[in-house]
Nanobody, 122 residues
């Protein structure tokens, strides 16, 4: 399956952004999905995940209360709504897919997008 992220950009602290990840080449509803991010000089970190039909979501502490992950299986698209952005949210954001929910929960995935840059200025 191919994943393409979009929606990143340069915003001020306190602003909102919605990232999208569009999937093709596979059965989107067969995959648990997740968002990860990697800031310069830092390791990749898990941000949020969602199960195959969107009923279960889970978040890293860094995004709880500010980020919301969702999916639209009819549109083969995963979303990440990010509110109250902070400068420390600056990173390249990646979406990932795996048929195994546990793999996603542990920070992995069989398929990855190329990433979209999010830059939050003070």
């Amino acid at each position: 399956v191919q994943l393409v992220e979009s929606g990143g950009g340069l915003v001020q602290a306190g602003s909102s952004l919605r990232l999208s990840c569009t999937a093709s080449g596979g059965t989107f509803s067969s995959y648990a999905m997740a968002w990860f991010r990697q800031a310069p000089g830092k390791e990749r970190e898990f941000v949020a995940g969602v199960d195959w039909n969107g009923e279960r979501t889970f978040y890293a502490d860094s995004g709880k209360g500010r980020f919301a992950i969702s999916r639209d299986n009819a549109k083969n698209t995963l979303y990440l709504q990010m509110n109250s952005l902070k400068t420390e949210d600056t990173a390249v954001y990646y979406c990932a897919a795996d048929t195994n929910l546990r793999t996603v929960q542990l920070g992995g995935g069989d398929y990855w997008g190329q990433g979209t840059q999010v830059t939050v200025s003070s």
